[in-house]
Nanobody, 115 residues
């Protein structure tokens, strides 16, 4: 499975940004997709996840501001990020969970929020 992420960039605090992640290859191996992020000097953390059945999961830090959605016909997930804060600045990684075995990771996309 290959993951192609896009949509990062520089925005000001309070603005919005949408990330996209398209999966290709052996899609049947995937049980769900999501996003992690890693800020400088910090550990990678889960941002959002959506299962193949549409169940979503968010940490409290982004709940109510970020929304993950999927277009199954395009094998693509989207992360709509609203009311961005400076602390949302990080490299965002698309990730696909496998039913079994090692998960798939895409290359990161940088999101910078200026205050």
């Amino acid at each position: 499975v290959q993951l192609q992420a896009s949509g990062g960039g520089l925005v000001q605090a309070g603005e919005s940004l949408r990330l996209s992640c398209a999966a290709s290859g052996s899609i049947f191996r995937i049980s769900g997709m999501g996003w992690y992020r890693q800020a400088p000097g910090k550990e990678r953390e889960l941002v959002a996840f959506i299962t193949n059945t549409g169940i979503t999961n968010y940490p409290n830090s982004v709940k109510g501001r970020f929304t993950i959605s999927r277009d199954s016909s395009k094998n693509t997930v989207y992360l709509q990020m609203n009311s961005l804060k400076a602390e949302d600045t990080a490299v965002y990684y698309c990730y696909a969970a496998r039913y079994t075995g090692i998960d798939y990771w895409g290359k990161g996309t940088l999101v910078t929020v200026s205050s």
